[in-house]
């Protein structure tokens, strides 16, 4: 069972996998080669990042504000983040949303199953969309310094 102190640290996304209960194949919503970073704090804090490797990115000479909503959706679509406090409960940990892209995430508990195997940490977690059951299935692995990036 896994204990916050293991937790504690800072950790890069390997990859995200989606499973679904209608059908048998399985999605990777931020491709094949996701980038990302999980940090637990000691005082009960995370924050979680993930984003495609091939993001475009934006014009520099058109202000952030001014540019066109599609080039925004664009970047907004191809990148996730949530932050707040956290929990681990029975080998589980809830992550408690007050900050997120996403507005609808802000205000809830996101549960968490989590696998420690020696530096690599596996989050899995369900929702519902459209009536179908998705299973997401994160891989994480240890940073230790400097030179992991």
């Known amino acids: 069972?896994?204990?916050?102190?293991?937790?504690?640290?800072?950790?890069?996304?390997?990859s995200w996998t989606v499973g679904y209960s209608n059908r048998e194949d399985f999605s990777t919503p931020f491709g094949e080669d996701p980038?990302?970073?999980?940090?637990?704090?000691?005082?009960?804090?995370?924050?979680?990042?993930?984003?495609?490797?091939d993001r475009h990115t934006l014009?520099?000479?058109?202000?952030?504000?001014?540019?066109?909503?599609?080039?925004?959706?664009q970047a907004y679509?191809?990148?996730?983040?949530?932050?707040?406090?956290?929990r681990v409960l029975e080998g589980d940990i809830i992550h408690y949303v007050t900050q997120s892209l996403n507005p609808n995430f802000v205000g809830t508990e996101q549960l968490r199953h989590a696998e420690l195997d020696g530096q690599t940490l596996v989050l899995s977690g369900r929702d519902e969309s459209g009536?179908?059951?998705?299973?997401?299935?994160?891989?994480?692995?240890r940073l230790s310094g400097v030179d992991d990036s």
């Open 1 to 14: 069972m896994i204990s916050k102190e293991a937790l504690i640290g800072t950790w890069q996304l390997e």
């Open 35 to 53: 980038k990302g970073l999980l940090l637990y704090t000691e005082d009960d804090w995370m924050s979680a990042s993930i984003a495609r490797s």
């Open 59 to 73: 014009p520099q000479d058109v202000p952030f504000r001014k540019l066109p909503e599609e080039k925004l959706a």
């Open 77 to 86: 679509l191809s990148y996730f983040h949530y932050a707040g406090r956290y």
């Open 131 to 141: 009536g179908v059951t998705r299973l997401h299935s994160l891989v994480w692995h």
